[in-house]
Every structure is written in C-alpha cells, then in structure tokens.
C-alpha cells in the first residue's frame, strides 16, 4: 500500500485555474501567475485540495497556450520560472496539491522542433517528429486524407519546401499552428519523459494530459468519412482513427513509471472524449493514469434516469479496474453548467452561445446547476471544479463576435461561437475596475455588466449565496468522507434520485413536484431554500439520517 498522502487524489476537489481569466496582477487585462498567487489563501477558504492549472508556457496564443512553443519556461505574459515556483511552493504553503497541463499531441508551429522540421527535407529525422505525407494527386495538391480538424476545416497543411516549391501536408488535428506530433518518433517520447522530470523536480504533484486518446493515429491514417470529430463531443461507435487508439496505454504507462519514482502521488489525468465508461477506464488501470475526466456525466441529461445510469455506469467501469470515477461538470472547452442547465432538458449541448442564439433561462440554469454541483460533491471519487463556477458565474453569451479569440469560431467560418463564452475574467470585487480581476479596466474579454452582482465580495459571509454553498459543501463532504465512501441507493419516487453515502442521504428533485424527505433526516445543506420542510424541483438536499 503506498502512504496514505499518496491516494490523495482518489477524493480530492480539484479547482481548475484558466491563467489568462483569474487574477490580473500587472492590469494589461490578462491574468498571470504573481495573480493566482495572491489569492491562494482564497482557493484555500473555499476548501478545495489542489489546483489543476492551464497552460502558462510560452506560447504564441492561438488556441490559449495550447499551443506551446517552449515546455520548460514560463510566457511573459504569465510570468517566469521563478513565478512558477513561487505558486507550486505557495500553494504547497496552504496545503494544497499542484497539477500542471501537459499537451503532448502537438507543440506550436513556432516550437524550434516545428521550425525545424519547416526547414528540413521530406524523410528527414526533423520531419520525422511531426506527421508530414505527401499530398494525394498528380501534383500532391490534395490532402493525404480526409481527415477534418476539430475546429473545422481540412486537418492538414500544405507546406513550401525550403526551394519554394510546394512540397508535403503536415497532419494538425486542432488549429493548423499546431502541428500533430508523430508518436512512433523515439525523441518525441524522450522529450517528453524529460519535459515530466523537469517539472516533478520543480515540485509539481501531477500533470493533466491534453487530448490523451489523441497521440497515436492509426497506422495507415486511412480516411474517416464520418463527420470530423466535434470539440468536447463524445462519438458514438468504434473508436475513429484519430482516436482512442491501443496504443496510447503504452505511452502513459512508461510515463506512470516516471511518476512513481517520485515521492507524495503525483497523478496523471486524462482530457480524453472516450466512450463507452469501459473505454475510458482503460486509461485508469492501476498501471496507468489515475484519473480520466468523466464527461459522459458532464454531458448527461437533467432527469433522473439518465444521471442514476452515468453514475452506476462510470462507477462499475472504475470500479472494475480498481480506479476512483473522476466527476466534472464545467472547464475551458464547455459551456458553463449554470448555462448549459438553463436549456430544456433534453435539447443538444451547443459549442458556444451567441447574442442572436435562443439565450438560456439564468435563473432555471444557476438553480440546477447548484443542484447538480451538490450531487457531484457527494458521490464517490474526485470532483474537479472550474474557475467561477463557485460563484454561479453563468456564460457569456453576449460578447460581441469582434471579440472572439477562439480558433473554432474563426476555423468553422463563424458557425460555432466556441469557447470564449466560459472564459471571461472573473469577478472578485463588485466595485473595483474589471471587477476585481486586475488593478486597471481591461480585460482581455469583455466582462458582462451583471458580473459585479456575482463578485465574491458579494457573496462572500452572505447565507445561501453560491459561494457559500460550495464552501459548505467542500466542509461537509471533508467531514463526512463523501468522496470516500461507498454509494448505495435509495428507493425513491420516479423523478427523485436517491442514494446514501454512510450517514448522509443525498437527494435530487427532477421531478415538477415538491418530493418529501424521510421522516427524521436532519437536512446539513440544500441547494436552495425547503419549500415547508419538502424539497422543491431542480434542488438537491444533504441531509444526516
Ligand atoms: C483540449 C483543451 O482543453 C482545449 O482547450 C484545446 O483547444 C485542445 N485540447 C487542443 O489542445
């Protein structure tokens, strides 16, 4: 058994820090990292264990540091290194674990390995790092396959040969400056094993793993004529050949071992859009990766039945592998769920939410979100939460399009909004400029005018705001071991899920009635006010039996 500090993150809340949207320290409207520093002891107030943060490193920004140029330092922009350390080191201070994201399936078009390769002959050891083919056709002028880019468009780029003339494709399964990295490549997987070892030894507690079913493609890049893969979608059917393929457990298990030679349990956790749940668990057998963010939950619909089958369903897949389930509801890539849940139930999740697109019901959406936040904190496992949601902070919907920064609007000729929507900066003083989120007005998107009504300075002491309720929630759940203990359920009329975890009776109401509550439950925390002693729609109820 390894020491008890080690499993930390089979229950850990984990908050997702988006470094260009928390905390602004300098006011050019783009956060950085002396900014996340200055509010750890918030992070550390709101009860959660550890930190997950997004990319900082250098970077020219075309899909939000996901696309990195250098692995081992820090973007102006953010910071330095030394900025890197202070944060993992004054997290460690408040107690909490620090994860950083890794994006291995491909670098930046400005990395010198792409740069390289730019200027290196077709079959040469530069080119070889990279997934360059020649082009289909008498002159090679049609892309190698059919492959589309997650953010529309072909997913491969023509290049001109160092003689100007026009030469090979290079495969880019996400924007075309970020280039696929081949795999099969020896130094691919030696640098990488590296670019581990060099932030373990800065102290990092683990890494979370950007596109984890992406890295290896099938072997003969046959073509896929089904529709090209949908950002944050979930496919139905055998894996593509883009994706899930067997070959990517043997990557993670070399990296486990890594891991493992270092002290405290640093984890590896997995970005990776599989199904079904026995798929996924693949990535969290006891030899690979511990965690996998389960987003068939986050994409389950608002009703009883289909919630009560993704928690037994992920549960027995996880189970089955001898891993902890991983539960999310809201990050980067994903409409927010107070948004998302302000949607009639049933009705298509949308990439992105426009000003001319239907808009959510708010109130609706914040009211279910809040209880579907209170049923994820009780089941068993970890739970990740994302920046703002602890405020109820709903999406943008409205940001003007001129504003738009993300890839998918501009690559799927503006018919997805995309993801901008869930990154605005946050809120944390209602009167201040940017609301709180840097000493000047700017910001590097837009802030809606209602954010200041969601400012922690408004919430914070203030009963039965959202921040408070995840703050209780985060308490109880450390003394009561929600995410430790078993989960049995509980009969209970249709539309009210039920199920126990030891001494707590965790409730929700899907149902249009108001549901009653065993005789003698003493209620510890609902998501919104009992109506006489029942439990309205759209609330889920903690309460000891
Ligand atoms: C998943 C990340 O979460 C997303 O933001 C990014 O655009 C893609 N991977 C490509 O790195």
New binding site residues.
Partial sequence: MPPLDDAWWRDAVIYQVYPRSFADSDGDGMGDLPGITSHLGDLRELGVDAVWL?PFYPSPQN??G??VSDYRAVDPRFGTLADADELIAGAHAQGMKFIVDL?P??TSDEHAWFQEALGAAPGSAARNRYIFRDGKGEHGDEPPNSWQS??GGSAWERVTEPDGTPGQWYLHL?DVT?PDLDWGNSDVRAEFVSVLKFWLDRGVDGFRV??AHGLVKEQNLTDWTQAGPV?GGLDVGPPPPMWDQDGVHEIYQQWRSVLDTYPGGRILVA?AWVQPAERLARYVRPDEMHQAFNFAYLDASWSADPQRKVIDESLAANDAVGATTTWVLS???VVRHTSRLGYPVGEARMHGIGIDDPQPDTALGLRRARAATLQMLALPGSAYLYQGEELGLPEHTRIPDEFRQD?AWFRSGHTERG?DGCRVPIPWEADAPSYGFGPSDSSWLPQPPEWAEYALDRQRGVPGSTYEMYRAALRLRHEHRLGANALTWVDTPADVLAFRSDDVLVLTNFGSAPAELPLGARVLLSSAPLDDGRIPTDVTVWAAV
């Fill in positions: 997004s899909d939000a996901y696309d994006v399936n491909h997650v953010f996400f970020q950007d596109v950002l970005e990050n980067h890539d890839p993801r």
